[in-house]
């Protein structure tokens, strides 16, 4: 084996590696983006199940003031809370009486959007989860 040889099998191993080594990084940071992103979720899931839990009439309607929870990996996060009335079928007039137009008639249902960002209003979006509430389920 020459010289010349024994450095062009080096350079392919040093090639080799270097893609292993990338493989390696960019999982890493895949597996970080989907921790804190599972954390996100299980915020909003958390608020979203106490309002399950709440009476139909003490749900929030409106843009909520922003809160900022801190995760069990000790990240904070920013999270608000959007009730809005709307209609399972047809369109929402808020009246009085408040109802909706449509066929077959339906009533007024509340539904609630909690937003998760990564710490700030203007970070990146991590995750967003909806319900709706109709008054006959208290």
């Given at each position: ?22 493989g390696y990084s ?100 991590l995750f967003t ?9 208290d």
């Open positions: 084996m020459t010289l010349v040889e024994l450095l062009i099998a080096m350079f392919i191993m040093a090639v080799g590696i270097a893609a292993l080594i990338a960019s999982g890493i940071l895949s597996i970080n983006r989907a921790h804190v992103a599972s954390t996100a979720a299980a915020l909003a899931d958390k608020q979203m199940e106490l309002y399950r839990q709440a009476a139909f009439t003490t749900l929030p309607v409106g843009l909520q003031s922003a809160t900022t929870p801190s995760g069990p990996d000790g990240r904070t996060y920013w999270m608000q809370v959007n009730g809005v009335w709307t209609c399972a079928i047809g369109t929402y007039s808020a009246g009085p009486p408040a109802g909706c137009s449509g066929t077959p008639a339906s009533r007024p249902i509340k539904l609630e959007t909690i937003t998760v960002r990564d710490g700030s209003a203007t970070a990146r979006l989860e909806s319900a709706s509430f109709d008054s006959s389920t």
